[in-house]
């Protein structure tokens, strides 16, 4: 056993040097600098003097809930397209065969799914009864359906 001066613990800095400078060359040469040209394309609209780019392009289907007195069931229209009921389930009917995917519908459907349909109520009905036609023509397959509190004539 050998006792005296303890050996200094190091490192061998020189090689590590190397290799770092042999990574950091090899990244330098395998690296494309440059940045990658891209092209977006973009389909914007046309602009004309006078339009309104946010109008509507296809009229609403209006559904109108009327009262029909007070404390009683409303009745249901859709004018020009259906007699006026004031069944829920026979409003649905009528929806579902606008749309064209009920058992009484034509061969052609009258409208899209995605067709804007309108729930128009006038002051005296309840908002239940709104909720109900709104039910009906989502039950039916109108995606975009929105209430609206006008006063209908």
Known sequence: MRRGRPVPI????????????LLLM????????SPAEETFRMDLPDRHIGSDSFSLKDHPLQVEVLAAGARSHPIFTIPGWGSPTGSVDSLRTQLTDLLGTGEHADSRAKFTSDHPVEILVSPGAGWGWAVEAFNAAVAAGFTSV???ARTVS
């Open 26 to 33: 090899y990244f330098m040469v395998a690296t494309d600098f």
């Open 10 to 21: 190091g490192l061998n800095v020189a090689s590590m040097i190397d290799v770092v400078f």
């Open 146 to 148: 929105r209430l609206d």
